[in-house]
Protein backbone atom coordinates (compact mmCIF):
# COMPACT_ATOMS: atom_id res chain seq x y z
CA UNK A 1 0.00 0.00 0.00
CA UNK A 2 1.49 3.12 -0.88
CA UNK A 3 1.35 5.57 1.52
CA UNK A 4 -0.37 8.47 0.03
CA UNK A 5 -3.54 7.64 -2.16
CA UNK A 6 -5.23 10.12 -4.41
CA UNK A 7 -7.76 9.42 -7.00
CA UNK A 8 -6.19 10.66 -10.41
CA UNK A 9 -9.41 11.63 -11.22
CA UNK A 10 -10.47 13.40 -14.11
CA UNK A 11 -13.15 14.72 -12.18
CA UNK A 12 -15.46 17.64 -14.40
CA UNK A 13 -18.19 19.45 -12.52
CA UNK A 14 -20.20 22.57 -13.49
CA UNK A 15 -19.29 26.40 -12.49
CA UNK A 16 -20.91 26.53 -9.46
CA UNK A 17 -20.56 22.84 -8.34
CA UNK A 18 -19.05 22.05 -4.69
CA UNK A 19 -15.69 19.92 -5.39
CA UNK A 20 -14.53 17.37 -2.93
CA UNK A 21 -11.15 15.95 -3.48
CA UNK A 22 -9.80 13.80 -0.87
CA UNK A 23 -6.18 11.33 -0.29
CA UNK A 24 -6.25 8.62 1.99
CA UNK A 25 -2.90 7.97 3.90
CA UNK A 26 -1.23 4.67 5.42
CA UNK A 27 0.99 6.16 8.05
CA UNK A 28 -0.81 7.43 11.59
CA UNK A 29 2.97 9.74 12.10
CA UNK A 30 2.03 12.16 9.45
CA UNK A 31 1.02 15.48 11.52
CA UNK A 32 1.59 18.31 8.70
CA UNK A 33 -1.19 17.73 5.54
CA UNK A 34 -1.22 20.66 2.44
CA UNK A 35 -2.77 21.08 -0.44
CA UNK A 36 -1.29 22.16 -3.64
CA UNK A 37 -2.79 23.64 -7.02
CA UNK A 38 -1.15 22.67 -9.83
CA UNK A 39 -1.81 24.94 -13.35
CA UNK A 40 -0.68 23.82 -16.41
CA UNK A 41 3.00 23.80 -17.08
CA UNK A 42 3.27 25.49 -14.30
CA UNK A 43 4.95 24.70 -10.40
CA UNK A 44 2.59 23.80 -7.67
CA UNK A 45 1.77 26.62 -5.44
CA UNK A 46 0.81 26.11 -1.42
CA UNK A 47 -3.03 26.54 -1.15
CA UNK A 48 -4.12 24.99 1.97
CA UNK A 49 -1.62 23.73 5.33
CA UNK A 50 -3.40 21.99 8.39
CA UNK A 51 -1.58 21.02 11.39
CA UNK A 52 -2.88 18.05 12.93
CA UNK A 53 -6.58 17.33 12.89
CA UNK A 54 -9.26 19.81 12.15
CA UNK A 55 -10.87 22.25 10.15
CA UNK A 56 -9.41 25.25 8.34
CA UNK A 57 -10.96 27.56 5.68
CA UNK A 58 -9.56 30.51 3.33
CA UNK A 59 -12.61 31.28 0.75
CA UNK A 60 -14.05 29.27 -1.17
CA UNK A 61 -11.60 26.65 0.14
CA UNK A 62 -11.68 24.11 3.05
CA UNK A 63 -9.38 21.95 4.50
CA UNK A 64 -10.42 18.77 6.78
CA UNK A 65 -7.82 16.71 8.54
CA UNK A 66 -9.44 13.21 10.02
CA UNK A 67 -6.38 11.69 11.83
CA UNK A 68 -8.70 8.55 13.30
CA UNK A 69 -9.52 7.16 9.54
CA UNK A 70 -6.56 8.68 7.55
CA UNK A 71 -8.30 11.11 5.48
CA UNK A 72 -8.05 14.38 4.13
CA UNK A 73 -10.08 16.61 2.51
CA UNK A 74 -10.39 19.69 0.39
CA UNK A 75 -13.43 21.80 -0.80
CA UNK A 76 -14.26 23.95 -3.22
CA UNK A 77 -16.99 26.08 -2.91
CA UNK A 78 -18.50 27.98 -6.05
CA UNK A 79 -16.04 26.49 -8.35
CA UNK A 80 -14.96 28.74 -11.00
CA UNK A 81 -13.46 27.78 -14.38
CA UNK A 82 -9.95 29.56 -13.12
CA UNK A 83 -9.99 26.74 -10.07
CA UNK A 84 -9.66 24.10 -13.55
CA UNK A 85 -6.15 22.87 -12.38
CA UNK A 86 -4.51 19.60 -10.82
CA UNK A 87 -4.79 19.59 -6.86
CA UNK A 88 -2.17 17.59 -4.74
CA UNK A 89 -2.02 16.30 -1.05
CA UNK A 90 1.23 16.43 0.56
CA UNK A 91 2.22 15.44 4.13
CA UNK A 92 4.78 14.85 6.37
CA UNK A 93 5.94 13.76 10.16
CA UNK A 94 7.35 16.18 11.31
CA UNK A 95 8.71 19.54 11.26
CA UNK A 96 12.11 18.58 11.04
CA UNK A 97 14.34 17.29 8.33
CA UNK A 98 11.56 15.20 6.70
CA UNK A 99 10.73 15.46 2.97
CA UNK A 100 7.00 15.28 2.03
CA UNK A 101 4.96 12.79 0.49
CA UNK A 102 2.93 13.30 -2.28
CA UNK A 103 -0.26 11.94 -3.61
CA UNK A 104 -0.02 11.78 -7.44
CA UNK A 105 -2.67 14.59 -7.69
CA UNK A 106 -6.61 14.82 -8.92
CA UNK A 107 -7.52 16.66 -12.03
CA UNK A 108 -10.35 18.97 -11.56
CA UNK A 109 -11.81 20.35 -14.48
CA UNK A 110 -14.78 23.13 -13.40
CA UNK A 111 -16.92 23.99 -17.08
CA UNK A 112 -18.71 27.65 -17.35
CA UNK B 1 6.67 34.35 -5.53
CA UNK B 2 9.19 31.92 -3.70
CA UNK B 3 12.41 34.00 -5.25
CA UNK B 4 13.17 30.43 -7.10
CA UNK B 5 14.74 30.61 -10.91
CA UNK B 6 15.40 27.27 -12.61
CA UNK B 7 17.30 27.03 -15.56
CA UNK B 8 17.25 26.22 -18.32
CA UNK B 9 13.58 26.07 -18.61
CA UNK B 10 13.80 23.83 -21.72
CA UNK B 11 16.75 21.72 -23.13
CA UNK B 12 16.69 18.94 -25.43
CA UNK B 13 19.57 16.78 -24.83
CA UNK B 14 21.19 13.50 -26.66
CA UNK B 15 21.37 10.35 -24.70
CA UNK B 16 24.82 9.88 -23.04
CA UNK B 17 25.27 13.65 -22.41
CA UNK B 18 26.07 15.43 -19.04
CA UNK B 19 23.13 17.50 -18.11
CA UNK B 20 23.01 20.04 -15.36
CA UNK B 21 19.59 21.97 -14.26
CA UNK B 22 20.52 25.04 -11.73
CA UNK B 23 18.03 26.21 -8.80
CA UNK B 24 18.93 29.87 -7.74
CA UNK B 25 17.54 30.88 -4.35
CA UNK B 26 17.45 34.60 -3.54
CA UNK B 27 16.16 34.61 0.33
CA UNK B 28 18.68 32.64 1.91
CA UNK B 29 16.32 28.92 2.46
CA UNK B 30 18.60 26.28 4.21
CA UNK B 31 16.84 22.94 2.56
CA UNK B 32 15.98 22.51 -1.17
CA UNK B 33 14.53 20.22 -2.86
CA UNK B 34 14.99 18.03 -6.55
CA UNK B 35 12.18 16.63 -7.76
CA UNK B 36 11.02 14.80 -10.89
CA UNK B 37 7.16 14.88 -12.26
CA UNK B 38 5.77 12.14 -14.63
CA UNK B 39 2.29 11.34 -15.43
CA UNK B 40 1.07 8.13 -13.74
CA UNK B 41 4.43 8.98 -10.95
CA UNK B 42 3.00 12.06 -9.70
CA UNK B 43 6.03 14.31 -8.33
CA UNK B 44 9.09 11.88 -6.43
CA UNK B 45 11.91 13.56 -4.87
CA UNK B 46 15.04 12.72 -6.57
CA UNK B 47 18.00 14.58 -4.25
CA UNK B 48 17.15 17.42 -1.28
CA UNK B 49 19.75 19.51 0.74
CA UNK B 50 19.79 20.86 4.10
CA UNK B 51 22.59 22.72 3.88
CA UNK B 52 25.96 23.86 2.16
CA UNK B 53 27.53 20.56 1.20
CA UNK B 54 25.09 18.52 3.16
CA UNK B 55 22.78 16.50 1.00
CA UNK B 56 20.66 13.30 0.74
CA UNK B 57 19.20 10.89 -1.57
CA UNK B 58 15.73 11.27 -2.05
CA UNK B 59 13.53 7.75 -3.86
CA UNK B 60 14.69 8.11 -7.42
CA UNK B 61 18.31 8.87 -6.91
CA UNK B 62 19.85 6.72 -9.44
CA UNK B 63 21.82 8.50 -12.52
CA UNK B 64 21.71 12.10 -10.60
CA UNK B 65 23.84 13.94 -8.13
CA UNK B 66 23.58 16.96 -6.75
CA UNK B 67 25.62 19.86 -6.06
CA UNK B 68 25.49 22.64 -3.08
CA UNK B 69 28.86 24.60 -2.50
CA UNK B 70 26.76 27.88 -1.55
CA UNK B 71 23.59 28.57 0.08
CA UNK B 72 21.47 30.21 -3.38
CA UNK B 73 22.44 27.41 -5.69
CA UNK B 74 21.25 23.70 -5.75
CA UNK B 75 22.25 21.69 -8.96
CA UNK B 76 20.75 18.56 -10.28
CA UNK B 77 23.58 16.52 -12.84
CA UNK B 78 22.28 13.78 -14.88
CA UNK B 79 25.76 12.34 -15.46
CA UNK B 80 24.48 10.27 -18.32
CA UNK B 81 21.23 11.46 -19.66
CA UNK B 82 18.80 8.45 -20.71
CA UNK B 83 15.22 8.68 -22.13
CA UNK B 84 14.25 7.42 -19.02
CA UNK B 85 15.22 11.32 -17.48
CA UNK B 86 13.02 13.06 -20.30
CA UNK B 87 10.85 14.84 -17.32
CA UNK B 88 9.80 18.04 -15.65
CA UNK B 89 12.24 18.50 -12.92
CA UNK B 90 11.28 21.14 -9.86
CA UNK B 91 13.05 22.63 -7.70
CA UNK B 92 11.88 23.69 -4.30
CA UNK B 93 12.68 25.37 -1.07
CA UNK B 94 11.17 24.95 2.66
CA UNK B 95 9.37 27.67 3.83
CA UNK B 96 10.39 29.32 7.35
CA UNK B 97 8.07 28.36 10.14
CA UNK B 98 4.59 26.43 8.90
CA UNK B 99 6.02 22.98 9.58
CA UNK B 100 7.28 21.26 6.40
CA UNK B 101 5.56 23.67 3.66
CA UNK B 102 7.71 23.91 0.26
CA UNK B 103 7.40 26.13 -2.38
CA UNK B 104 8.22 25.12 -5.98
CA UNK B 105 9.86 26.80 -9.12
CA UNK B 106 8.31 27.06 -12.75
CA UNK B 107 9.94 23.94 -13.31
CA UNK B 108 12.75 22.77 -16.22
CA UNK B 109 11.26 20.47 -19.41
CA UNK B 110 14.04 18.45 -19.99
CA UNK B 111 13.91 16.08 -23.38
CA UNK B 112 16.85 13.76 -23.86
CA UNK B 113 16.80 12.10 -27.31
Known amino acids: QKEVEQDPGPLSVPEGAIVSLNCTYSNSAFQYFMWYRQYSRKGPELLMYTYSSGNKEDGRFTAQVDKSSKYISLFIRDSQPSDSATYLC????????????FGKGTRLSVIA | DAGITQSPRHKVTETGTPVTLRCHQT?????MYWYRQDPGHGLRLIHY???????DKGEVSDGYSVSRSKTEDFLLTLESATSSQTSVYFC????????????FGEGSWLTVV
Open chain 1, 90 to 101: AMSRNSGNTPLV
Open chain 2, 92 to 103: AIRGQGSGNTIY
Open chain 2, 49 to 55: SYGVKDT
Open chain 2, 27 to 31: ENHRY
